[in-house]
């Protein structure tokens, strides 16, 4: 799945199938996660969670978000944030464009930001 993924750019993390971190990690461009990251996240890139693919975390921050896995966290920062069958999410989500494609599961608020403009929904 990796190379069909992987569009253009190198990944500096890769977080395998039956691979676990525990704690904060920061990533300088972009990470996959195919396993399960237990802390918050931080990249300069891109972060994928992958189908099979788990995040609970606290704070995720990237400047592109894209998840067919499930993640749990309170607050997710991203430019770009999409959502992908069968993914699961649930936290609070900051972000300029949203995508979700059917099938995928989102709970929580919704926070739109735009240069100085916010509008709100919920989940």
Known sequence: M?????????FELLVG???TIVGK???EGSAIVEGRIEGDISASGEIIVEKGGEILS?????SSFVS???VRT???HAER?????????SGNIYYKVIIVEEGAVISGNVRLEV???QTQGTG
Do not use: D, M, T, Y
Not at 4 to 9: E, F, I, L, V
Not at 58 to 62: K, L, M, S, T
């Open 2 to 10: 990796l190379g069909k993924r992987k569009q253009s750019g190198s």
């Open 17 to 19: 199938k039956g691979a």
């Open 25 to 27: 990690v920061e990533v």
């Open 58 to 62: 606290e704070v995720i921050r990237a």
């Open 68 to 70: 067919s896995g499930k």
């Open 74 to 76: 309170s607050e997710l």
């Open 81 to 89: 944030v999409e959502f992908r069958k069968p993914g699961e999410f």
């Open 115 to 117: 240069e100085g403009v």
